[in-house]
C-alpha cells in the first residue's frame, strides 16, 4: 500500500447561511489518480478551495502525510507541497518559459540578488525531459505567450512539480484540449504518478474518468456519497451517485400544455453556429437547431463546456454580427447583431451571472428595472421619475419583491429578490422570447418556488421560453422538451416522457457519442438532415 | 444613533463635513477679520469658477468611469483660439464664443472616440490628447501670447481694443455681488445636472460606469454615453478656456497646464468616486467650494506657494482614503 499523502475529515463549509460542503471525506494516495466527480455546485471546486487554502474558514481537518495542517493562504498550501492547476493559466504570458517555471522562487548567486539564468534554463530542461516534454533549451528562452494552449497546460504541470509538489490538483484539464493533446497530458501524468505524487482530477466527461481514474469519490450537494475503486463502479453506479435523489416533490408537475403541432414557433433556429472567442479553436456552438413555441418552455442542458452559455450570448447578439444560421422570431428573420436590437425584436437575456452581468449593484432598485426599457419612462429623453417609480412598483409587487424602498440600492436586497429585480427589468421590455440562464443560482427555496410560478405566468401569457439549468431537477420539472449539449454539440432531444436524470446526464457527458474530432452524432445529424429536408420542401 | 451613523456615511454629508471642516480653519485662521468679509467669499467663488466648470465635464467622465486628462490643454488651446478669432480676426461675440465651443467639443470627441470606439483607456488617450492639444495651442499661437499688444511690421507695438464681450464676461453683476464667471459656472453645474439627473442619457451614463456589462446587454448604448460624456467635458473646458481669456484680457497657450488635476481633486474631495457609476454635481459642486476656501484661506493668512500646494496635496489623500474607509 503505497503512503497515503492527504487525507480530509468532516470537511464542512459555509457562506452565510448557505452550508455548501458537510462532512466531506476524502483521501489521496501518492502514485494515483483519484477523480472527483459529481454535478456542478455538488461542491467539488468548493472542497478544492478549502484545500488550496483559498477558503480559511472551515470545520474538519487536513491531515498531509499524516500531520494535522491548516492552511491560511494559497501560498502557504503550496509551500507545503499542494499546488492546483486551474482552467485559467497562472503562466505570466510575457516571460519566458524557465522564468515562469521559476516564478516566485529564482535560482539566485551571490547571496540571492543576482538571477542565475542558465542554472535555471538547465534545471528547467533536465526537468521536461524528465517529463518527455519536447522542449529544448531555446524553446525555454522563450516567451510563455508563444506556445499554444496545451503546450502552456504541460509548462504548469512542469512549475508545479519544481516547486516539489506532492498532491496535485486538476481541475477540467482538457476542456480546451483537443485528442491529441489530451493524450499527451495523459502521458505526462503517468510520468507524474511515478515520482510517486498524488492527482485530483476533476472532469465532466465520462471516458476521461475512465481513462486516468484509480480512485472515484463522488460529491452531491455537498456531500459525501462514496468511494470506489474504479474497477468497481460501472458507469451507472457512478451516474446513480451523482444524481441519486427523489425527483418528486421537488418541483410541482406543470400543467401539461399540449405542444400545437403545425403553428408558427415563436423562436425558429436553424443550424447556429457560434464561433470561439479564440479564433485559432473550433466553434463554439455546432449546428444548433430548436423550435421553440409560444408557451413553450425548451430546456437546455450540458455540463460546463457544453456551449449552452455561448448559445444564449450568440443569440442575445453579445458577441456581434459572428453567429452563422438562420434565426426567426414569430416568423421574421432575426439576425443578431447587439443586445440593443434583440432588446427591441422582444428577447430577453437574464445571465447568469447576476452581479457580473445582470445588475448595476450602486443603482436604486427602481433604476434597475427600468434599465432595459428606459425610453418607455423617458419620453423625449426627459426621466419621468414618477412614471419610473409606478412602473417599478407595480413590478415589485406582481413578482413579490421584498424592499424598504424602491430608491435603495439594488446591492443591499437578498439574492432572490435581487433576481427578482433583473426577471422585472427584463419583462419591462415586454419580450416575445425568455432566455432564462440559473434563473435560481443562489436563490432560497421560497424565492425559488415563486420564480417557477412565475415562469409558468409568463408562459400562460404566450411567452416562449428557453431555460439553461445545471439543477436536473429544475430542468426536469420545467421544460416541455430538453436539448442536452456536449462540446457544443446538440447530443440528444428528449420530450417529456423520456427525459431521465441518467439519460440527459450521460448525453451530456459525451457518453452516448464519441469525441468532437468525430462526426457529429448521429442524432443530430438525423435532426438536421429532417429539418433541412422540411425546409427544402415548397 | 442608527440613523445618524447612516446620516454620517451619506456621501454628501462627508462632502458637507469636509466643507465645514475647511469653513472653521477659516474661522480660526480669519486673518484679523478678512474671512468674514462678505468680498473674501465672492472673490472665492470667482476664482474656483474655472476650476468648477472643468470639474463639472470631469463629473461626467468619471461618472462613466472614466478620466479626462485632456480639459487643462484644451482650455489653453481654446483660449488662444478665443483671443485669434475674437481679438485679432475681429469677428463677433456670437461668432467667436460658438466657434471655440464647437473646437472644444470636437476635442473631446476625439478623445471619446479613442475611449468608446478604439477602446484605449482613458487615461492613455487623455493623456494623448492633452498634449496634443497643447502642442497645437502653441501652433495656433505660433507660441506667442495672443494679447491687445500686436507687432507691426516696423517693430513697434500697437494696440488693438479689447472687445466688448471680454468685458462683459469679466464683468460684476447685481451690485458687483457677482462675478460673471460665477454665474457661468453655476450655469454649467445646471446643465450637468440636468444631464446627470435628468436626462436619459444621465443614465446611460450611470449604468456605464456602474456595470458595463451589465449595461451593455441591457440595450445601453455604452459607446454612444461614453462619446456624450467626453464631448461635453471637451465643451465645458471649451467654456472655462473663454472665461480664462477674458479674465486674463489674452490667450495664453500656456493657460490651464495642470488644471485637469484641480478639477479631478474638486471631484473627488466632494466623493465621487473615480470607479464610477456613482456620485452627482450636488458632490462636486460641494468639492469645487471646498477647494475653493481652501485656496482663498491659505492666500488671505499668506501661507506661500510652495506650503499651499502641499496643503492641498495632502487634503487630496486625505479625502480620498476617508472615501476607502467606507467601501471597507
Known amino acids: 500500500m503505497p503512503p497515503r499523502l492527504l487525507q480530509l475529515s468532516g470537511i464542512g463549509k459555509s457562506f452565510g447561511a448557505n452550508r455548501v460542503l458537510e462532512g466531506v471525506c476524502f483521501d489521496l494516495h501518492a502514485g494515483e489518480v483519484h477523480v472527483l466527480a459529481g454535478e456542478n455546485g455538488a461542491g467539488k471546486s468548493t472542497l478544492i478551495k478549502v484545500l488550496a487554502g483559498i477558503h480559511g474558514e472551515y470545520d474538519g481537518s487536513i491531515e498531509l502525510a499524516g500531520r494535522p495542517v491548516r492552511f491560511a493562504s494559497p501560498q502557504e498550501a503550496g509551500r507545503q507541497g499542494i499546488s492546483v492547476i486551474h482552467q485559467e493559466m497562472s503562466l505570466v504570458d510575457a516571460m519566458s518559459v524557465a522564468d515562469n517555471i521559476f516564478l516566485g522562487r529564482e535560482l539566485a548567486r551571490r547571496g540571492g540578488w543576482w538571477l542565475d539564468r542558465g542554472a535555471q534554463l538547465r534545471r528547467a530542461h533536465e526537468l521536461c525531459r524528465q517529463l518527455d516534454l519536447e522542449l529544448e533549451e531555446e524553446d525555454l528562452a522563450r516567451p510563455v505567450g508563444q506556445f499554444p494552449l496545451s503546450v502552456k497546460n504541460r509548462i504548469e504541470i512542469a512549475k508545479a512539480l519544481c516547486f516539489e509538489a506532492r498532491i496535485l490538483v486538476m481541475d477540467e484539464p482538457t476542456s480546451a484540449l483537443n485528442r491529441l493533446e489530451v493524450e499527451k497530458l495523459f502521458v505526462l501524468m503517468d510520468a507524474v504518478k511515478r515520482r510517486s505524487c498524488g492527482i485530483i482530477y476533476i472532469t465532466h466527461k465520462m471516458e476521461e474518468i475512465y481513462r486516468v481514474a484509480d480512485r472515484i469519490t463522488v460529491l452531491r450537494d455537498g456531500k459525501w456519497v462514496g468511494t470506489a475503486p474504479v474497477a468497481d463502479c460501472p458507469e451507472s453506479q457512478l451516474i446513480r451517485w451523482m444524481i441519486g435523489r427523489e425527483l418528486s416533490g421537488y418541483i410541482a408537475p406543470r400543467a401539461g400544455l399540449p405542444r400545437s403541432e403545425g403553428m408558427q414557433p415563436r423562436l425558429e433556429v436553424r443550424n447556429f453556429h457560434v464561433p470561439n472567442l479564440d479564433p485559432s479553436r473550433s466553434d463554439a456552438v455546432r449546428d444548433f437547431s430548436v423550435d421553440v413555441g409560444s408557451g413553450e418552455i425548451v430546456g437546455i442542458a450540458g455540463l460546463q463546456g457544453s456551449g449552452s452559455t455561448e448559445l444564449f450570448q450568440g443569440l442575445f447578439g453579445a458577441y456581434g454580427k459572428v453567429c452563422r444560421g438562420k434565426v426567426r422570431i414569430d416568423g421574421e428573420p432575426f439576425r443578431p447583431s447587439s443586445p440593443r436590437d434583440s432588446i427591441r425584436r422582444g428577447l430577453a437575456y437574464l445571465t447568469a451571472d447576476r452581479k457580473g452581468s445582470g445588475l448595476i449593484p450602486a443603482m436604486s432598485v427602481a433604476s434597475n428595472m427600468s434599465l432595459a426599457a428606459l425610453p418607455r419612462v423617458s419620453p423625449g429623453g426627459m426621466l419621468r421619475r414618477g412614471t419610473e417609480l409606478a412602473h417599478a412598483g407595480r413590478q415589485a409587487e406582481a413578482l413579490h419583491i421584498r424592499l424598504a424602498s424602491l430608491d435603495q440600492a439594488v446591492g443591499t436586497l437578498s439574492g432572490g429578490n435581487q433576481q427578482k429585480v433583473v426577471l422585472a427589468k427584463w419583462l419591462e421590455t415586454e419580450p416575445r422570447v425568455l432566455l432564462l440562464e440559473e434563473p435560481t443560482r443562489g436563490v432560497d427555496v421560497g424565492a425559488k418556488q415563486e420564480i417557477y410560478a412565475l415562469m409558468r405566468q409568463w408562459t400562460a401569457a404566450g411567452m416562449a421560453l428557453l431555460l439553461i439549468s445545471t439543477e436536473l431537477p429544475e430542468l426536469l420539472g420545467l421544460s416541455d422538451r430538453i436539448v442536452v449539449m456536449h462540446r457544443g454539440e446538440v447530443t440528444g432531444t428528449f420530450g417529456r416522457g423520456e427525459a431521465t436524470p441518467e439519460r440527459i446526464l450521460a448525453a451530456a457527458m459525451g457518453a452516448a457519442t464519441p469525441r468532437d474530432e468525430d462526426p457529429p452524432s448521429s442524432r443530430a445529424e438525423m435532426t438536421g438532415r429532417a429539418l433541412r429536408w422540411r425546409e427544402s420542401l415548397p | ?123 492613455i488617450a487623455t493623456l494623448a490628447m492633452m498634449v496634443f492639444a497643447r502642442g497645437m495651442a502653441k501652433w495656433i499661437s505660433g507660441g506667442e501670447k495672443i494679447s491687445q499688444a500686436v507687432q507691426a511690421p516696423d517693430g513697434n507695438f500697437v494696440y488693438v481694443k479689447l472687445p466688448a464681450v471680454f468685458h462683459a464676461i469679466d464683468a460684476r453683476v447685481w451690485g458687483g455681488n457677482f462675478a460673471v464667471v460665477t454665474l457661468i459656472f453655476l450655469g454649467c453645474v445646471a446643465v450637468s445636472w440636468l444631464v446627470l439627473a435628468q436626462l436619459r442619457y444621465g443614465r446611460y451614463l450611470y449604468a456605464t460606469g456602474g456595470n458595463e456589462e451589465a449595461a451593455r446587454l441591457s440595450g445601453v448604448p455604452v459607446a454612444r454615453a461614453k462619446l456624450l460624456a467626453y464631448a461635453l467635458s471637451g465643451c465645458f473646458s471649451a467654456v472655462a478656456g473663454i472665461c480664462q481669456a477674458a479674465q486674463e484680457q489674452q490667450g495664453d497657450p500656456e493657460a490651464g497646464a495642470g488644471y485637469e488635476l484641480t478639477a479631478i481633486a474638486i471631484v473627488v474631495i466632494g466623493g465621487n468616486s473615480l470607479m464610477g457609476g456613482r456620485g452627482g454635481m450636488g458632490l462636486t459642486l460641494l468639492g469645487a467650494m471646498t477647494i475653493g476656501y481652501l485656496e482663498k484661506i491659505l492666500s488671505i493668512n499668506a501661507v506661500g506657494e510652495s506650503s499651499r500646494l502641499m496643503l492641498t496635496g495632502l487634503i487630496v489623500v486625505a479625502a480620498v482614503l476617508l472615501q476607502r474607509r467606507k467601501a471597507g
Do not use: Y
Not at chain 2, 467669499?41 to 461626467?60: E, F, K, N, P, Y
Open chain 2, 1 to 123: 444613533m442608527k440613523n445618524l451613523r447612516r446620516w454620517l456615511e451619506e456621501n454628501e454629508t462627508r462632502a458637507l463635513l469636509a466643507l465645514l471642516f475647511v469653513l472653521a480653519i477659516g474661522c480660526l485662521c480669519n486673518a484679523d477679520g478678512a474671512f468674514f468679509h462678505w468680498s473674501t467669499h465672492r472673490d472665492m467663488l470667482r476664482q474656483v469658477s474655472v476650476d468648477g466648470i472643468l470639474a463639472c465635464g470631469m463629473t461626467l467622465v468619471i461618472v462613466t468611469g472614466g478620466i479626462d486628462l485632456a480639459v487643462g490643454s484644451n482650455l489653453g488651446l481654446c483660449a488662444v483660439l478665443f483671443a485669434l478669432v475674437s481679438l485679432r480676426g475681429g469677428h463677433g461675440a456670437v461668432a467667436a464664443i460658438g466657434a471655440v465651443l464647437l473646437a472644444g467639443t470636437g476635442a473631446g470627441l476625439l478623445s471619446g472616440t479613442l475611449v468608446a470606439r478604439f477602446r484605449i483607456q482613458p487615461f
